[in-house]
């Protein structure tokens, strides 16, 4: 990577770091970072999830639907958030 490209990925990640956007992790796993020029002749920082989707896990159950979890509070007189995240 040229030291312009990463001085630009050292600042994005560092901006979104402080953002709370992303945080950092060790997992085995990354994606192939790319830079696109902008017409203002800055940097995009292009990012490719491709090879990382393949490797993720999909949603084993649906979502249950949102009337279904109101028929199940229906009778309910006291709420926690453990009650409605239950649910899901």
Known sequence: MAPSELAELRNKLN???????????????GAPVLFQRKAEE????????????????????PIPHVADLFDRLS???????LDLRSGY
């Open 15 to 29: 901006e979104l770091l402080e953002a709370g956007l992303i945080q950092s992790l060790k997992a085995p796993y």
């Open 75 to 81: 009778k309910a007189t006291y709420f926690t958030k």
């Open 42 to 61: 800055t940097l995009r920082i292009c990012v490719d999830y491709r090879a990382l989707n393949k490797v993720t896990l999909r949603n084993k159950y």
